[in-house]
Structure formats: C-alpha cells, structure tokens
C-alpha cells in the first residue's frame, strides 16, 4: 500500500470508521486495512505518542472468514450465511451513506463560500444571482437525499434550513428582471449566518434556530428605521420624504404582525416607539402641505426620542437576539 492509500485508511480510522467500512470505501482487503491499523499502532507506541481511542477498536490479526462449521444443520448454516450477508449489506449501506453525506456537506460549504466571499462590497450581475439560487436549489436537493428524504430529520436540519433561507433571498432578487444588478452590503445577522453555516461540520447538526434568525432580521430592520431617522435629523424634507419614511415604519408593523404571537410580543417597545413616530409624521405631513415651501424641519419630538435612545443605548434588543 502507498503512502496516500496509507494516511486514508488512518485518516479514516480517525473518524472513527470501522475497518470493515474502511475496506468498503477504500476497495482494500479487509487484511490489508487491519495490517495497516496494526502498522500505524506499532508507529505510535515507538513514538511514544498514545492512541485516539476508538469504540470497539481492535486491530489483533484478521483472519478470513472460515466457512461454516460442519456441525451445523443446513437451516442453521443458511441463517449463518443471511445473517453474515445482511450485516455486509448494511455496512456498505452505511459507509455510502457517509459517502453522500460528506459530498453533500463539502458543496454546501463551497456554495456557501462563494456566496459569502461577495457578499459585501460587490456587486452582483443578474445572471450571478441567478446562478447561485440555481446552485442552493441543487444542494437542496443533494441534502433530501442524504437525509433520506425523511421529512422529520429534513425539518429540523440546519443545512437544509439555511439552505431555505438563503434560496428565497436569491429567488427574491431574481424576480427584480435581468435588467439589474445588485450591490451586496449583507446585514451583520445575515453575514453570522454565513459564518455559521461555514463552521457546521456535519451533514446532522441541528443547533441553527430558525425563530432566532427571524428575531434578528425584524431587529436589524428596525435600527434601519433608526439610522433613517436620525440621517432626517434637524434637515428640511418634504411630502414625498414624509411618505417614504412613513411606509417603513408601516412596513416594519406589518412584518411583526405576521410573527408568531410568541415572538411579535417581544417588539412591544419597539411598536410603541414607532407609533409616535407615526402620530409625528401625520401632524408634519400637514404642516408640510400649510407651508410656502413645501417642506419643514424634521424634528422628533424630545419624547420619542428618549425612547428611542433608551432602546439602543440600553440595548432593549428583542430577547436572545
């Protein structure tokens, strides 16, 4: 065995694979792959160097199967035989299993890669976008199949979650027409979420919260609204500025409408402020249509804001957020 075919076999025994599948992977004997286990082991004992250790590990010689005992009944050497037979089958089934899985997880990752090596700074032609929702589409797909189609795993997997997420954005933007292109600037939660998507390391992992990932995407829209509130600060706007703000504030109360009523009660605070800035900008859009100019200084109310100060100053951020 060459040294490549060497360091896969103790690569693989290091994750833990069984020397049976080892064998199944890798297309060696069974013997081949114990004498190079026993091998690696005499290495680490002259290096000094103590073993990872392994469940149900034991690299004594292998020896071939011998055929049946011939004390056997003819039943009890066929069940012997099926027995021997369906634990092969199972391995095999395992070990490709393994397979499509790792494949899976390595072009999530690739995928994912891509889209966060642009995602801030870029800009994106239409077809880019395009191509990469076509991309999630497809590792979609790869990760049912991994996952056996079984719906249950399938629902509470973290690939396939992020995957779902990230494939109606880009589906979003698709339907803007080929005539665009977009600059990505992604918001800090969607920039974590490629992080963390990128530090999963199994197809199986199921720590990502998708109510959580909601929570700090109504948050971020929400210190959206801020910041354009605070560019309006003290400079003279006029109807159409008023209409504009007017309907993000609008928008933001439609979205946490549409929460579910355990996570909309977390943005209390959040609508409350909101509706003053609401009762403002009615008063001002007439004091706007009053006025020779057609346009008045925007000037919140000292009220409002000290809540708004109180919320990002104390970060009354939305709980676990």
Sequence with gaps: MNTEDFNEVISLHNEGYSPEEIAESTG?????????????KASLHLAGIPEVDNEEENFEEYEEPTAVGHGLSGLEKANELKERELKTLDQKAKVESEKIK???????????????EYAQGFKWKHDDVVETRDKLENVIEQAHEALAFDDEVIEENSI??????????FSQLVESGSSFSFTFNLAP??????????????????EFDPEDYVRQGVWQRFLDIIDTLKEHAGTSIGSEEVVVISKEVEGFKSVVDELPTGLKGEFDSDLD???????YLKELAIRIDESIWGSKRFLLPEEITEKINDLI????EPENA
């Design 160 to 169: 396939v979650e992020i995957l779902n997420i990230l494939k109606e954005e």
């Design 313 to 316: 100053e104390n970060e009354v």
């Design 28 to 40: 060696k004997s069974r013997a081949t792959i114990y004498r190079s286990l026993e091998q690696h």
């Design 189 to 206: 939660y969607k920039v974590d979420l490629l992080e963390f998507a990128l530090s999963i390391e199994s197809l199986d992992n199921t």
């Design 102 to 116: 790792r494949a899976t997880l390595k072009e999530f990752k690739r995928v994912i890669a891509g889209i966060r």
């Design 273 to 279: 402020v909101l509706d003053s800035v609401s009762e």
